[in-house]
């Protein structure tokens, strides 16, 4: 079956710089790859999603980007500030499937 | 995500009890779910529900059970056949294929 594999498990970076989160699917079937931001005793969040027939998508200081090809996406975080610190979960789909799968979450940590 | 309600917000379950989760939605989404997560764990797909009266199995089933009378409700009933219940429980809906949301979650404990 799919599996997603995400990767660092957690990740600590200096305010003002980026951060890069990795996430590597099985199934070349898949379409559909949603990021969730989950801050500490809330619930996921949906910040960003991208579909395979696009490569980049942006939305102010985040962005996703996907290589088919390798079967692999990640999410970019510019600028961060600490309010970025949580959980970051990526997650992948296909048509007609009613389930995401979900990548293993990276912890991170922006310091002041 | 406003949409979505979860009840109680905490939930204390006796030894040899069952307990149930309360799960609505008013976002006339067909598909619901239930997930575990587990303290800096991930999420555990237990049970979803693609349409009313219909239900499968995740992962993580065993010890669990589902009803899908209602389109708006997916109700989790935790019984006593599941031996490590303590755990962040999310309900979450969506249209198939697409993104899901998720209600703000039930913590149960075991007393």
């Known amino acids: 079956g799919e599996n997603v594999e995400q990767h660092p498990s957690t990740l600590s970076v200096q305010e003002g710089d980026s951060a890069v989160i990795k996430c590597t699917y099985s199934?070349?079937?898949?379409?559909?790859f949603p990021w969730y931001k989950q801050e500490l005793g809330k619930r996921p969040q949906l910040i960003i999603d991208?579909?395979?027939?696009?490569g980049e998508k942006k939305d102010q200081r985040i962005a996703v980007t996907l290589n088919k090809t390798a079967k692999h996406f990640s999410l970019h975080i510019t600028e961060t500030q600490p309010e970025d610190s949580a959980v970051y979960f990526c997650?992948?789909?296909?048509?007609?499937?009613?389930?995401?799968?979900f990548g293993s979450g990276t912890r991170l940590l922006v310091r002041p | 995500d406003g949409g979505i309600t979860q009840s109680p917000k905490y939930l204390f379950r006796k030894e040899g009890q069952n307990v149930t989760l309360s799960c609505e939605q008013n976002?006339?989404?067909?598909?619901m779910y239930w997930y575990r997560q587990d303290p800096g764990q991930g999420l555990r797909l237990i049970y979803y529900?693609?349409?009313?009266?219909?239900?499968q199995k995740g992962d993580i089933a065993e010890g669990y059970s589902v009803s899908r009378e209602k389109k708006e409700s997916f109700p989790l009933t935790v019984t006593s056949a599941q031996k490590n219940p303590t755990a962040f429980y999310l309900c979450?809906?969506?249209?198939?294929?697409?993104?899901?949301?998720f209600g703000p979650g039930t913590r149960l404990l075991v007393l």
């Open positions: 976002l006339n989404h067909d598909a």
């Open positions: 997650a992948a789909s296909w048509d007609s499937s009613y389930k995401l799968i």
């Open positions: 979450a809906t969506g249209q198939g294929g697409e993104t899901q949301y």
């Open positions: 991208i579909r395979s027939n696009v």
């Open positions: 529900s693609q349409i009313v009266n219909d239900f």
């Open positions: 199934d070349s079937a898949s379409n559909y």
